[in-house]
């Protein structure tokens, strides 16, 4: 079964960046759409981005594009967020999820997931 672990969450300041890990186990990510999600306290959980499986392009939500960018490393079953020009509002826990359905950002559509890692943004 497929198992993925966030990592490299922490405090930034405004403007600042970070870059989170999703680590693969189990299966091989390669036939998955890899998707990052965040949820801030008393909020919905929102899709961020996410890589396709099938042809590796990428899919964006309007609030982060031009400042995150999503990539995959698939020798160590590895998928990275890059995280620049971070706003206060980017605070959350985020997420890493798979899914077997193509390029989507919906959180219904993924079946697997890690537990989070926390994101501050703070001066």
């Known amino acids: 079964q497929l198992q993925l672990v966030e990592s490299g969450g922490g405090l930034v300041q405004p403007g600042g960046s970070l870059r989170l890990s999703c680590a693969a186990s189990?299966?091989?990510?390669?036939?998955?759409?890899i998707g990052w999600f965040r949820q801030a306290p008393g909020k919905e959980r929102e899709g961020v981005l996410c890589i396709s499986s099938s042809d590796g392009s990428t899919s964006y939500a309007d609030s982060v594009k031009g400042r995150f960018t999503i990539s995959k490393d698939k020798a160590k079953r590895t998928v990275y967020l890059q995280m620049n020009s971070l706003k206060p509002e980017d605070t959350a826990v985020y997420y890493c999820a798979a899914s077997i359905i193509d390029d989507v950002l919906r959180p219904d559509d993924y079946d697997y997931w890690g537990k989070g890692t926390l994101v501050t943004v703070s001066s």
């Open positions: 189990g299966v091989t990510v390669d036939y998955y759409t």
